[in-house]
């Protein structure tokens, strides 16, 4: 097991899980039974696994390309990243949709 492990609080369920640096939160979320839209399986194709980033912006990896394709450039206003191409390397806290 990886020796780094990062914590993330998941808004409004309000429980906290931990990752690794090198497992994509989508992925570590569905390990603990949440399971967010997605026709993908995570491949950054259908832009449904959206999060909202609350805190710790800091730790979060750059938006790629493709991502940017789905999304556009205005994380400084939603707040919003896929889940599924988003890695840390610190504490954060999310706010998934409502299912
Ligand atoms: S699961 Fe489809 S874009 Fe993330």
């Not at 914590?7 to 979320?29: F, G, H, S, Y």
């Not at 997605?38 to 491949?43: L, N, P, Q």
Request: aromatic share 6%; glycine share 8%.
């Amino acid at each position: 097991m990886p020796d780094k492990l990062h914590k993330i609080k998941i808004l409004p369920l309000n429980k906290e899980i931990w990752i690794d640096e090198i497992t994509d939160v989508r992925e570590a979320l569905l390990k603990e039974g949440i399971k967010l839209k997605s026709i993908c399986g995570g491949y950054s194709q259908c832009g449904m696994c959206k999060v909202k980033i609350i805190e710790g912006k800091e730790f979060i990896s750059e938006i790629k390309f493709l991502e940017k394709g789905l999304l556009g450039n205005v994380f400084h206003i939603t707040k919003e990243r896929l889940s599924c191409q988003l890695y840390i390397k610190g504490d954060i806290t999310i706010e998934i949709p409502n299912n």
